[in-house]
DNA sequence: CCACCTACTGGACGATCGTCCGATGCAGGA
DNA sequence: TCCTGCATCGGACGATCGTCCAGTAGGTGG
């Protein structure tokens, strides 16, 4: 799949490995943990439990190693998060958790820049291999979706978003989240510190790289990586 | 759920109903109809294979008693396409049918005005009772998913999306669909046949309804109608 | 009949958008 | 070192957006 950058495996000899983990479920986030740990003795591993969070983290220390990301969790829009990350850190290695397991989400995970995808329906023997696998820079799927995704490639048109997405700046990115948001120039202006002509300037480079001609397009593609929320009943 | 109109069975003393079967999958498109003549000897059946296609039919004939709408069509953007047809025939009923029935996306179809939600995978005696059952005007979902339905009340944010969607007019949805499109105002007024200013103030009623502020938002609301496809894959 | 909604249109106006020209400083790769 | 990309900013300008005021016409239900 396309990356920016080639994930190195994290060397024996280096400092210890650095691991985030997002999910906004807490039982979930410490057996996962605990299978890092497992796995990877020494590595330092950190918990969050929103997209926001693991923003933060990772502002604090770009070095990490390895982001372990559910999809679905407060802040992060399906793919959106994943886009937003990979766009900030194309270094950091990102395998995305979840179990909305079919055989599309992966695909369009995959495509869009996760190194790996783990079912969250796996048992503790596979997601210790499929942790191994993804710390060892290798892509891992989910074994019983590995026949569907040889044998089907991955739309066209999906790649080809995949591919203008990428082509944005970290900058761009941001400024992008927000038009998608609504906000007007001078309000992202405000909100990234600058003014709002650079914003202009910025939206002209996103308008030229997504192939779009006004925002609202623009933010048609961005908003194409939102998957609907399996779990969103907030109302008891 | 909510609903813009009651919907009436279909008396026996009136005149033929009249089905409208929309499916991009011809093998399916057939045995549904088959289902439906078996169930309603005397109804008069129209087939189409777009979305495009079964609003082109109900412009024709807009007395139509029942829709059958798959979930995934060509031109149908996930729940876009139940919004566009809810808007524009408020009396015509529409039952969902697709294979991507999990709990979520069926109760996100009601919410949305479907009558019912006809799974794909159901047997050829679930299928008649499903159509017997909308035939007559009673809402249809999955019996598997009943319990789990009754027992999880719909998101707020999603009543609360549907309320707000619902309040727009015919043409106001018309005009919503092509801004979300990105198009500008005077596109919109040519493909629609009027002036630039009356796009601008169906505009300003749909951002009033939609309680938004400019025409990004506005279409990020309408865009959160689109599910992810499961079936996307044009890439041999 | 009248109140109400829908649809359409007009003038005017400020706000916002998006692009054209230009510029600076900085970091990283060839 | 040179070159490219990134990020920032400026002036100017036309295009577009969105709202304020207003009006006409048709259909529907109480």
């Known amino acids: 799949m396309q990356s920016r950058r080639e994930f190195a495996a994290a060397s024996p000899y280096s400092s210890r490995m650095r691991i985030l983990i997002a999910d906004d479920h807490p039982l979930f986030r410490g057996a996962l943990a605990q299978a890092v740990r497992t796995v990877a003795a020494g590595a330092q591993i950190e918990e969050v439990g929103s997209f926001d969070a693991a923003l933060a983290e990772l502002a604090a220390y770009p070095h990490t190693d390895l982001v372990l ?7 992060s829009h399906g793919l ?45 023997d596979e997601l210790q291999a499929a942790l191994r696998t993804v710390l060892a820079a290798q892509t891992w799927v989910p074994p019983p979706l590995r026949e569907d995704l040889s044998s ?32 007007l120039n001078k309000q992202i202006a405000d909100r990234l510190g600058v003014q709002e002509r650079t914003i202009k300037a910025h939206l002209s480079a996103i308008f030229e790289r997504l192939d779009v001609r006004n925002r609202t397009q623009a933010s048609v593609l961005l908003r194409s990586l939102e998957l609907a929320d399996p779990a969103q009943r907030l109302d008891p």
């Open 69 to 75: 990301l559910d999809l679905h969790m407060p802040g």
């Open 152 to 183: 089907h490639p991955p739309a066209l048109a999906e790649r080809h978003l995949a591919a203008r997405l990428a082509a944005l700046s970290p900058q761009q990115m941001r400024v992008l989240v927000l038009v998608a948001d609504g906000l």
């Open 80 to 124: 959106m998060a994943l886009a937003t990350l990979r766009a900030e850190y194309p270094a950091v290695a990102v395998a995305m958790v979840s179990a909305h397991d079919d055989v599309t989400t992966v695909q369009r995970a995959l495509v869009h820049g996760a190194l790996g995808f783990i079912s969250k329906r796996s048992s503790l």
